[in-house]
């Protein structure tokens, strides 16, 4: 990957698509080979720079009990709370923030508070703009989502995205077309490269999963 450049990681169920992801994020070390940022071996930086690098979006959301703006500050604790704010404005989330009980001070506790998968998502997103790491792993982010937050979902995920480098997995295809590169896995490999028109073109594995995909 070069920088700025997005990312979309595709293949069928179990190809290894998360696995990848998690190897950018140093959940574990690869058995072979090395994953590099800036050509340096994730296995020789320190946690902390790679952790200032790097934002990871899982489909479930890890929220803490603790309150909002705290949970916002995970990846950066001294953050003002008009940053925490501006964070959440930008990710669609200051609207139903500020109808909670407390508002940003409102302690997360799933036994009293309960948020919808949308809702959870604006809250990651928001947490992800407040750390503005330079990288950002999408590990299938709309897929808890329900189709009326999907499109607020998605404009907040464009403003995430925008100056940054993204590996975005996603399982459906019609999300991905406008990708600078699409990476198509099989069998913990990567087996095509390419944008949308080419790979439907040359007629493999892409093409395939696409046809899967399409209306009949």
């Known amino acids: 990957m070069t920088e700025g450049q997005r990312v979309a990681l595709v293949g069928a ?48 959301v890890a929220l803490f009990r603790a309150s909002v703006a705290d949970n ?11 940053e925490v704010m501006a964070a959440a404005r930008a990710a669609h989330a200051h609207g139903f ?9 409102t302690v997360l506790d799933e036994s009293v508070i309960r948020l919808s998968g949308g ?23 709309l897929a808890s989502v329900d189709p009326e937050n999907a ?11 925008r100056g940054r480098t993204v590996l975005a997995i996603a399982h459906q295809l019609r999300s991905v077309v406008d990708a600078d590169a699409i990476w198509v896995m099989r069998d913990g490999r990567i087996v095509e490269r390419g944008r949308h028109a080419a790979l439907l073109a040359a007629n493999g594995e892409y093409a395939r999963l696409w046809r899967a995909q399409a209306p009949d």
């Open 97 to 105: 923030i500020e109808r909670l009980p407390q508002g940003y001070e």
């Open 13 to 60: 169920s179990g190809s290894g698509k998360s696995t990848l992801a998690s190897l950018l994020a140093r959940m574990w070390d690869p058995d072979r080979g090395a994953i590099r940022i800036g050509g340096v071996d994730l296995r020789d930086m320190a946690a902390r720079t790679l952790n200032q690098r790097v934002a990871l979006m899982l489909q479930e």
């Open 119 to 141: 809702e959870r998502q604006r809250l990651a997103i928001a947490r992800a703009l407040l750390k503005n790491a330079p990288i950002l792993v999408l590990d299938e982010a």
């Open 151 to 161: 499109w607020e979902i998605q404009r907040a995920l464009d403003e995430l995205a």
């Open 72 to 82: 916002l500050r995970l990846g950066r604790p001294d953050a003002s709370l008009d």
